[in-house]
């Protein structure tokens, strides 16, 4: 271990080590040709479940899953064959993806299922948030809504995606992306966008703060998928970040992973040295030029780290283990 790590040790009771690869699509499958995108850890009885956004020939995302050993996740025990979502109808925010973000539980079985849709344009893209459900244990999930709930607006000038959603203290609450703006950088519009927060009475209707969790500032213009969790009675968070110019050619200014903590989750602020986990320094590793979208989770007292590398999940995803 470095004295880079012993130090972290120190500030952080611990850093995450990595375990390695756990899953890339070999292109078999005909709704998964490529990328292993923004894994999500659904906690079963003898295994664990990780959803992840998959994508076909056309490039449209759909989210599948694999079923993984709790203790060794690069024990892979079934690939499901097709995806659990569908993309929507000609038109709908969801026509040309659907990524998922945040799996909940409900009290009857089902299970709700928050994702991102995709709109392409012209010459960029737009996102919204889209709500579905599962009544047979995450097999498969169904549109709750034609529309999305929730989409540009005079909050999110640009759009709004990624949600994690949190039913706590007697209400629910959501940290998303935030497109504020767009630039055009080599004649490419790049967006900007933040995290914020917003509040819901039955996690259907949601009605943003006006808080900003993630502000802008000279590096971060960008946030990538909030992994918001509530521990110690505070809220904790792993994000990616990244500047906007250069980000998927230049590993200096692509993504990283981040840290943050808030009391009311409302206001939040970032630790970014106590993430405990960075890039590869090795140009051959999967996660040399970037590292992003992280999930954390527990099993049997330990920590666990689900996280993309290169290609924005191009590579597939890795896990890490919380070693103290």
């Known amino acids: 271990m470095s004295n880079i790590d012993n130090k972290e040790l120190v500030k952080t009771g611990g850093v995450w080590q990595k375990k ?3 899953y890339k699509p070999d292109g078999s499958l005909s709704h998964s040709r490529s990328h292993a995108q ?14 992840f956004s998959s994508r076909d020939d056309n490039g449209y995302s759909r989210p599948t899953f694999i079923d993984v050993d709790y203790d060794d996740p690069t024990k892979i025990l079934y690939i499901h064959d097709t995806f659990v979502l569908d993309l929507g109808g000609p038109g ?5 993806g659907a990524m998922p973000s945040w799996f909940v539980p409900q009290a009857n079985g089902d299970i709700w299922l928050y994702y991102t849709g995709w709109n392409r344009t012209h010459n960029s893209y737009r996102l919204s948030m889209g709500l579905a459900v599962s009544t047979d244990g995450g097999l498969s999930f169904k549109k709750m809504f034609r529309g999305p709930i929730m989409d540009r607006s005079i909050h999110n000038p640009i759009w709004a995606a990624q949600p994690s959603v949190m ?3 007697g ?50 213009h960008a946030v990538g998928r909030p992994s918001v969790f ?21 590993r200096n200014q692509s993504y990283r992973l981040g840290y943050a903590e808030s009391i009311d989750g409302y206001k939040w602020e970032r630790k970014d040295d106590l993430v405990g986990i960075h890039k590869s320094e090795n140009p051959a590793d999967f996660d040399y030029q970037m590292i992003n979208y992280a999930h954390c989770y527990e099993h049997n007292g330990k920590k666990y780290l689900l996280y993309n590398g290169n290609g924005f999940g191009a590579a597939g995803f890795a896990y890490a283990v919380l070693e103290k």
């Open 167 to 169: 039913f706590v203290n």
């Open 171 to 220: 209400k629910w609450m959501m940290w998303h992306i935030s497109g504020q703006k767009c630039e055009y950088i080599h004649d490419y519009p790049e967006p900007f966008y933040d995290c914020r927060v917003a509040v819901s009475d039955d996690g259907i209707n949601w009605t943003p703060t006006g808080d900003v969790a993630l502000p802008f500032d000279d590096f971060l």
């Open 38 to 51: 923004v894994p999500y850890a659904y906690k079963h009885k003898d295994f664990l479940r990780v959803y």
């Open 230 to 250: 509530h521990e110690d009675g505070i809220f904790k968070m792993y994000y990616s970040y990244r500047h906007t110019r250069d980000y998927r050619t230049d």
């Open 92 to 96: 709908e925010y969801d026509e040309t």
């Open 20 to 22: 390695g690869l756990v």
